[in-house]
C-alpha cells in the first residue's frame, strides 16, 4: 500500500469514550502532521513531529494527546471529547518540515461524530 | 500571528471560461504557497505551488501568480471542465522558521456546469 492510509475512516464516539486515530505513511517521509477540518473553516494544524519528535502543538487542548512511535506511523488519541470536536481529523507527511524540499501530503481523513 | 485570507468563498462559473482564486496573506516572510484541491469526499492533493523567487508559474491550464510587495497570490484556471469542480485551498508557508507550519485559507467552492 502506498500513500498516507488512516484509520478508522469513520468514528462515532461518545464523549465519555476513549478512542485513537491512526495514521501510517509508506512514503520515507521524516515528517507527520495532524490536522482538523471543520465545515466552514480553514484547515487547522494540530501537530507537527520531526524524525518522531513533537515540533508544533498549535494550542490544541489536552483532549488530544498525539503520539509517534517512528517515523512511519503517528496516532491521536482521544478522551472526553465534546461534540464541537466532531470534525474531519486528517493526517499528512512530508520528505522534511520545511516543505521547500518537497510537498505535504495527506491521508483520506477521519470523519469524527462525537455524541 | 500568520493569517491567510482567500476569495470568493463560492465561485461558479460556465464550462470553458476561466476561473481566479484569490488569496492574501499576513507574515512577509511567507516564501512557499501552495494550493491543493480537495474532491467531495477525497484528500486535499497539491495542484500547484510557488515560491516567493517566482513571480508566475504555470501547469496546463492551471497557473499561479504570486505578488510579494502587495502580499497575495492567485490561482488562475482556463477552458474549465465540469472535473475541475472541488474545493481549492491556497495556503502559506513561513519556511525560515522550517516547521512546517501551513497556514490555510478558507477556501474556495468552484462549481463548473456544463
Known amino acids: 500500500e502506498t500513500g498516507v492510509t488512516q484509520t478508522p475512516r469513520h468514528l462515532v464516539m461518545g464523549m465519555t469514550n476513549k478512542k485513537s486515530l491512526k495514521c501510517e505513511q509508506h512514503?520515507?517521509?521524516?515528517?507527520m502532521y495532524w490536522y482538523k477540518q471543520s465545515a466552514k473553516k480553514p484547515l487547522e494544524l494540530m501537530f507537527v513531529?520531526?524524525?518522531?519528535?513533537?515540533?508544533e502543538n498549535n494550542s490544541v487542548p489536552s483532549r488530544f494527546s498525539p503520539e509517534c512511535p517512528n517515523s512511519s506511523h503517528l496516532f491521536l488519541h482521544l478522551h472526553t471529547l465534546q461534540p464541537e470536536d466532531s470534525a474531519l481529523y486528517l493526517c499528512a507527511s512530508s520528505p522534511q518540515t520545511s516543505l521547500l524540499t518537497g510537498e505535504l501530503f495527506f491521508g483520506e481523513g477521519s470523519r469524527l461524530t462525537v455524541l | 500571528g500568520e493569517n491567510v485570507e482567500q476569495h470568493p468563498s463560492t465561485l461558479s462559473v460556465q464550462e470553458g471560461d476561466s476561473a481566479v482564486i484569490k488569496c492574501t496573506y499576513s507574515?512577509?516572510?511567507?516564501?512557499?504557497f501552495p494550493w491543493y484541491k480537495q474532491e467531495l469526499g477525497k484528500r486535499p492533493q497539491l495542484i500547484i505551488d510557488?515560491?516567493?523567487?517566482?513571480g508566475e508559474k504555470k501547469d496546463q491550464r492551471i497557473a499561479v501568480t504570486l505578488n510579494k510587495t502587495a502580499k497575495h497570490f492567485s490561482l488562475h484556471i482556463t477552458e474549465t471542465q465540469p472535473e475541475d469542480s472541488a474545493v481549492y485551498f491556497c495556503?502559506?508557508?513561513?519556511?525560515?522558521?522550517?516547521?512546517?507550519?501551513?497556514?490555510f485559507g478558507q477556501g474556495t467552492t468552484l462549481q463548473v456546469k456544463p
Open positions: 513531529y520531526n524524525f518522531k519528535e513533537q515540533t
Open positions: 512514503l520515507g517521509h521524516n515528517a
Open positions: 495556503a502559506a508557508e513561513h519556511s525560515s522558521s522550517n516547521t512546517g507550519k501551513l497556514i
Open positions: 507574515d512577509s516572510a511567507s516564501n512557499y
Open positions: 510557488i515560491r516567493s523567487n517566482v
